[in-house]
Every structure is written in C-alpha cells, then in structure tokens.
C-alpha cells in the first residue's frame, strides 16, 4: 500500500507519519524533502530562483534563506506559485522514485504531502489519508509549537484547500482531536482494513 497524507497545517499529519514508521512502514515527507532541496540546490534551480526573485531570498552567504522565502512567499499566492513551480518538480522526481522503490521492495509506504490535492498527486497513491482536527484546536498548536501567529497561520491557509474539502476528497480520515493513543486506535483499525486487501 502506497498511502498519501495529507491534511491542513497543523493537524498532526507529522504524528500519524510518525505513527507509521512504528508500524514499519517507509515514511516520506515532503517538507522535509523540501526542506533538503533548497538548502542544496543545484546550480540550475538558484538560477531559476535568482530569476525571479533576485536577491531577496538570499542570506549574507548567498544560501537560501528560510525566513525570507516564508517571509516572500507565503502571503502573496502568486508568488508562491512561483516557488513552487521551482521546487515541484524536483520533489515529484523524488516521490516517484521512493514509490518505486516502495513497489519494487514490496513495502507499504506513508507519503506525508500537505499539498497532495493542490499539486493534483493524488493519482501517485493507492489511497489519500486525510488528517482532521478542526480549526480551533489546529490554531492553538500552531501558536504554541510553533510560535505562529493567528495573521501567519491565517495566511499560510489560505494558500492551502480548506481542511474539510481535503476530508472529503481522502478515501480514509484520522480525527487527531483527543490524544495520541486515540490516534493510535484510529491508525489500528485502518492497517486492518488495508491489510485485508
């Protein structure tokens, strides 16, 4: 089973991936991806990049700077589009290429991609797992793991499909508005209806 995660910011797709590797599944994250993309660019993408923004996402070292690229993109969606547009194809090579080797190892595999739906990577998985929790809980974590505030988390939203929309377009949903262990329940009963299959 190769199975996408995706959900809103804030949700616990983090903790339900985590959940996973427990269970001894191959677990991919897209931020984290990402996350290495940029901080490891190729020649060709800091082109691309110095293209269309300049110097702007740059630090002092001339490396891609975090803050910057948060700071320039996440509240405007053009430019944000742009971004992605940058660094999406890169992060499809890699995702095709670990589901490959998932098929060919004969391993299930948990692909944690906020944008799943936006990016239309739903065709890549056997099945969509959507992760709930609600805005007002989902805003209280943000706020206090991730020191956001109510203006940032209301901007990165809105550059993401609403939560309920990702429900009901996933095949399965895990509700994350109680405690791990009721998680953990939630993810049994699933790896039983998959492993039925």
């Known amino acids: 089973m190769i199975l996408g995660i995706t959900g809103a910011i804030g949700s616990g ?3 339900v991936t985590q ?25 060709a993408m800091l082109e691309k990049v110095r293209k ?26 053009e430019k944000m589009k742009t971004w992605l547009a940058l660094l999406y ?8 290429a670990e589901i490959a080797r998932c098929r060919a190892e004969k391993r ?4 944690e991609v906020p944008l799943l739906f936006e990016n239309h990577y739903e065709t890549e998985f056997d099945a969509i797992l959507a992760v709930w ?4 809980l989902r805003h209280a974590r943000l706020r206090q793991y991730r020191q956001l505030d109510e203006a940032e988390i209301v901007r990165r939203e809105a ?10 377009l996933a095949d399965f949903a895990v ?5 791990e262990a009721w998680v953990e329940c939630q993810l049994d009963e699933l790896e039983k209806i998959i492993n039925q299959h």
């Open 13 to 15: 797709k983090s903790l």
């Open 19 to 43: 959940s996973f590797s427990r269970r001894q599944w191959y677990v991919f994250s897209a931020d984290e991806c990402c996350r290495l993309l940029w901080q490891s660019p190729d020649a």
């Open 52 to 77: 269309h923004f300049g110097e702007a996402l740059f630090n002092e070292a001339g490396k891609l700077d975090r803050q910057k690229i948060a700071d320039a993109v996440f509240g405007d969606p």
């Open 89 to 96: 194809p890169a992060l499809k090579k890699t995702i095709d």
């Open 108 to 111: 299930n595999g948990a692909f």
């Open 133 to 136: 929790s609600g805005k007002t």
């Open 159 to 168: 550059l993401q499909m609403a939560e309920d929309q990702k429900l009901e």
């Open 175 to 179: 509700v994350n508005t109680a405690d």
